[in-house]
């Protein structure tokens, strides 16, 4: 059973889109995450959300969006797509408590603006 | 702010030959140390981990790795390597009630040759 699934894979799009990239977790993890990871493989957070609540929110174009529907799931919505946008997202979660600092990664989403 | 620094962007190494991928951190605050390893086209997985106690950490697939705080590194290391290690391994921090976000180094990719 995979941990935390992703979908699409692989999106390809064109400039000004919209799309939306789902994440689920059958962890049973409280905090799930966005990553960004761009050309030269620089891994860098976006969002993070516990029990439906945003707890973090780096610096991010307002044209990205999350939303956590319930605890095991986190989608990022991505308004007018940039060429600047093409890059990796992952999804990871994590369980809540004192050393449950372990983050499992999605299998990656690969987004491609034409 | 917490930063890290890997010291090599790529490490090229023969099969069965020792190796050693650099990395180091700054924060002013106590920090948990972590290593993950991305195989082509997948995601992280989990290699190793510093929260607390012994400073010298055994992961999978061999690895080990030395938190030293006073030069404010944590080394990865194994003695022999395969060519299936080849892959790029990423250092990270995080800091106890931040959110659980991971600050990550640029990544060092490993080539193993026969």
């Known amino acids: 059973d995979t941990a935390v699934s992703q979908t699409p894979k692989y999106l390809v799009t064109q400039m000004g889109n919209d799309k939306s990239i789902k994440c689920e977790q059958n962890?049973?993890?409280?905090?799930m995450y966005w990553y960004k990871q761009d050309s030269k493989k620089f891994l860098k957070i976006m969002f993070s959300?516990?029990?439906?609540?945003?707890?973090i929110n780096e610096t991010v174009p307002n044209r990205f969006s999350p939303k956590s529907p319930d605890k095991a799931h986190l989608n990022l919505h991505i308004n007018s797509l940039e060429l600047g946008d093409s890059a990796v997202y992952f999804c990871?979660?994590?369980?809540?408590?004192?050393?449950?600092?372990?983050?499992?990664f999605g299998p990656g989403t690969r987004l491609l603006v034409l | 702010a917490q930063s890290v620094t890997q010291l090599d962007s790529q490490v090229p190494v023969f099969e069965e030959a020792p190796v050693e991928l650099r990395c180091n951190y700054s924060?002013?605050?106590?920090?948990?140390l972590f290593w993950y390893v991305q195989y082509p086209n997948q995601g992280l997985q989990l290699l190793l981990k510093?929260?607390?106690?012994?400073?010298l950490v055994k992961g999978i697939n061999g690895f080990e790795a030395e938190f030293n705080k006073s030069q404010t590194s944590f080394h990865l290391r194994k003695p022999s390597v395969h060519i299936s290690d080849t892959a790029e391994y990423f250092c990270?921090?995080?800091?106890?009630?931040?959110?659980?976000?991971?600050?990550f180094g640029q990544g060092t990719e490993l080539s193993v040759k026969p």
């Open positions: 510093y929260l607390s106690g012994s400073t």
């Open positions: 959300y516990n029990n439906k609540e945003l707890i």
């Open positions: 924060s002013s605050v106590s920090v948990y």
């Open positions: 990871a979660s994590r369980a809540s408590g004192m050393y449950q600092e372990t983050q499992y």
């Open positions: 990270a921090v995080s800091v106890y009630n931040q959110g659980g976000k991971l600050i």
């Open positions: 962890l049973g993890h409280d905090t």
